[in-house]
Structures are given as structure tokens and as C-alpha cells.
């Protein structure tokens, strides 16, 4: 079964938050790095998260699956969670984290979604674990005017 990231992107107008039409930050290239990183989701690799799910921010109300309202949209089943985006642009990207991801044998089956012992993965940057595509997806929600990203996970 595979997991999703839903989102949205938000900027504060007076005392109101507004969502930002069009932009579904981290959509589009569902990543267990980014999601493990993200709200500790699927986070074969063992990476410590930057923060576990907060749930919704205050005012927020779920869409149903089946779309209500054209303003309305999926944050997902599960894991809701929410972040600055400056809190993302401050975070300390390098330093070192062990991949821990692996695959093996479960039950006469390969899987690729086990976790190998502490110690025995591939160590390297957080930056270089993310990747180069979650570093342009910051660029591009700062030059939006993004401040809060709120998301959730579906499986």
C-alpha cells in the first residue's frame, strides 16, 4: 500500500489564515524520506523527524473524500500535521543522519520497506538524504509567500 502527502500552502492576511490556490506543497513525488522527515510516516529510514504530527491547526476542518465545495480540499486519513516554513528554511540540513531503509526477506517475500539495526546504515547529510527537490520546493514556496504548510498522509 502506498502513501500520499495531501497539503496546503497558507499566508496570514490580517488575523486570517489564507490558503494559497494552487500550491500542494511536497505533492506530486511521494518520498518516505521527506514523509519520515516530515511527521515521522513510513520513516523506514529510522531519521529522527522534525517534529511528530501536531494535528490541525485551530480553524481547519477536514474535507470529506468526496470534495463538498470547490474550496474544499483532502488533507488525507491520517497524521495531520503542520510547520512554518521558516521553521523548515532554519532547520540544520547538515547533519549527519544514518539511512537506515533496507530490504529483505519477510514470510518468503522481498520487501524494501525494513529497517536495518542502528549502525548499520549509510551515513550522510540530511540535505543529501532529501535531496536536491526538497530544497527548490522550499525556494518556490518562499517565493509565494508562503508561512504555514498544513498536511496529512492517505493510504
Do not use: C
Not at 474535507?63 to 465545495?69: H, L, N, R, V, Y
Not at 522481498?110 to 540530511?126: C, I, S
Not at 527537490?133 to 498536511?151: C, D, H, S, T, Y
Amino acid at each position: 500500500m502506498v502513501t500520499d502527502i495531501f497539503s496546503r500552502a497558507e499566508r496570514k492576511v490580517g488575523e486570517e489564515w489564507e490558503a494559497i490556490p494552487g500550491l500542494q506543497p511536497f505533492s506530486g513525488w511521494p518520498s518516505y524520506r521527506l514523509f519520515g522527515f516530515l511527521a515521522n510516516v513510513r520513516n523506514y529510514s529510522a531519521v529522527e523527524p522534525i517534529s511528530d504530527p501536531r494535528g490541525l491547526p485551530p480553524g481547519i476542518e477536514l474535507a470529506s473524500s468526496e470534495f463538498d465545495g470547490p474550496d474544499e480540499e483532502w488533507l488525507g486519513e491520517h497524521d495531520h500535521s503542520w510547520l512554518w516554513l521558516s521553521e523548515l528554511q532554519a532547520f540544520d540540513f547538515d547533519r549527519i543522519v544514518e539511512e537506515r531503509r533496507t530490504t529483505g526477506m519477510v514470510g518468503g517475500l522481498r520487501h524494501g520497506n525494513l529497517t536495518a539495526p542502528a549502525g548499520e546504515g549509510v551515513k550522510m547529510t540530511l540535505r543529501e538524504f532529501l535531496g536536491v527537490g526538497f530544497f527548490e520546493e522550499l525556494v518556490r514556496l518562499e517565493k509565494a509567500g508562503v508561512e504555514r504548510i498544513v498536511f496529512g498522509f492517505g493510504s
